[in-house]
């Protein structure tokens, strides 16, 4: 197998994705393959789940790279939260425990992050000067954090708090929020706007991208937002966290 080639595996609350990547092209060389992410998401059943996927994809050599991608802060291999995940994976050593469980070396790291390296490598941030925050609309909110290019891991922008009703803002803004409350393009617009513009008015940055299967429909809700930065929607889309993680596999 060539050696610009190498799998991204990402893992959310609902799906687990997977797939062969380019990484000159920053492209799916096979069909994305998904299962669902097993009941309470402990990690057994996760690890059981991503076996099933690189059997489908056929890419179970040990030789060919892996990266995956977590819900989670992760720190030295370890994952330090967890969120839409069980709790179980807080603080526990998950990168050697899916090396153990999968017979190879792999490359673990936060799936918004994964994202941002897609975005900025092949997408949306590249190019890009001063700070591009990128976020991914779905079961919560992730974020990625870019500045000239570089990766500042780890940000957690969708747990910023809502000082009237005191939850996170991911469970007020996220797609999820929208399905949950049955709400209209412009009624979530509403709720999107009340969290960029506090985001906007923390950072100060240059870009927002705006990711996750959503951004598919990104006319319906963008034009809807008034903000001073310019927003746009992710060029990967939901494929982001497959071809970040699978671009970090070969660093």
Same mark, same amino acid.
């Given at each position: 197998?060539?050696?610009?080639?190498?799998?991204?595996?990402?893992?959310?609350?609902?799906?687990?994705?997977?797939?062969?990547?380019?990484?000159?092209?920053?492209?799916?060389?096979?069909?994305?393959?998904?299962?669902?992410?097993?009941?309470?998401?402990?990690?057994?059943?996760?690890?059981?789940?991503?076996?099933?996927?690189?059997?489908?994809?056929?890419?179970?050599?040990?030789?060919?790279?892996?990266?995956?991608?977590?819900?989670?802060?992760?720190?030295?291999?370890?994952?330090?939260?967890?969120?839409?995940?069980?709790?179980?994976?807080?603080?526990?050593?998950?990168?050697?425990?899916?090396?153990?469980?999968?017979?190879?070396?792999?490359?673990?790291?936060?799936?918004?992050?994964?994202?941002?390296?897609?975005?900025?490598?092949?997408?949306?941030?590249?190019?890009? @000067?001063?700070?591009?925050? =990128?976020?991914? *609309?779905? &079961?919560? %909110?992730?974020? !990625?954090?870019?500045? $000239?290019?570089?990766? /500042?891991?780890?940000?957690?922008?969708?747990?910023?708090?809502?000082?009237?009703?005191?939850?996170?803002?991911?469970?007020?803004?996220?797609?999820?929020?929208?399905?949950?409350?049955?709400?209209?393009?412009?009624?979530?617009?509403?709720?999107?706007?009340?969290?960029?513009?506090?985001?906007?008015?923390?950072?100060?940055?240059?870009?927002?991208?705006?990711?996750?299967?959503?951004?598919?429909?990104? @006319?319906?809700?963008?034009? =809807?937002?008034? *903000?001073? &930065?310019? %927003?746009?929607? !992710?060029?990967?889309? $939901?494929?982001?966290? /497959?071809?970040?993680?699978?671009?970090?596999?070969?660093?």
């Amino acid at each position: 197998m060539a050696s610009k080639t190498a799998v991204g595996i990402d893992i959310g609350g609902t799906g687990i994705k997977g797939g062969l990547v380019d990484l000159d092209e920053g492209k799916l060389l096979s069909d994305r393959i998904k299962v669902a992410t097993p009941q309470g998401a402990e990690p057994p059943d996760v690890l059981a789940a991503v076996v099933k996927v690189l059997a489908q994809l056929g890419v179970e050599d040990p030789s060919v790279p892996l990266g995956v991608a977590f819900p989670a802060i992760v720190k030295s291999g370890r994952t330090l939260s967890a969120a839409n995940v069980s709790p179980k994976w807080i603080d526990f050593e998950a990168e050697k425990f899916f090396e153990d469980g999968l017979g190879r070396d792999i490359h673990f790291a936060n799936d918004a992050d994964v994202a941002g390296i897609a975005e900025v490598r092949y997408g949306a941030a590249r190019g890009k @000067d001063g700070l591009t925050i =990128l976020t991914t *609309l779905g &079961t919560g %909110i992730g974020s !990625a954090l870019l500045y $000239n290019g570089v990766l /500042i891991p780890n940000s957690e922008l969708g747990h910023v708090q809502r000082a009237k009703h005191g939850k996170d803002a991911e469970a007020y803004a996220a797609y999820s929020a929208m399905e949950r409350d049955e709400l209209s393009w412009a009624e979530w617009s509403a709720r999107l706007q009340w969290y960029y513009s506090h985001i906007e008015f923390l950072f100060s940055p240059d870009l927002f991208i705006v990711g996750g299967g959503v951004s598919k429909h990104a @006319d319906e809700f963008l034009p =809807l937002l008034d *903000l001073k &930065t310019p %927003i746009v929607p !992710a060029v990967h889309r $939901n494929n982001a966290g /497959i071809i970040g993680a699978a671009a970090l596999a070969l660093g």
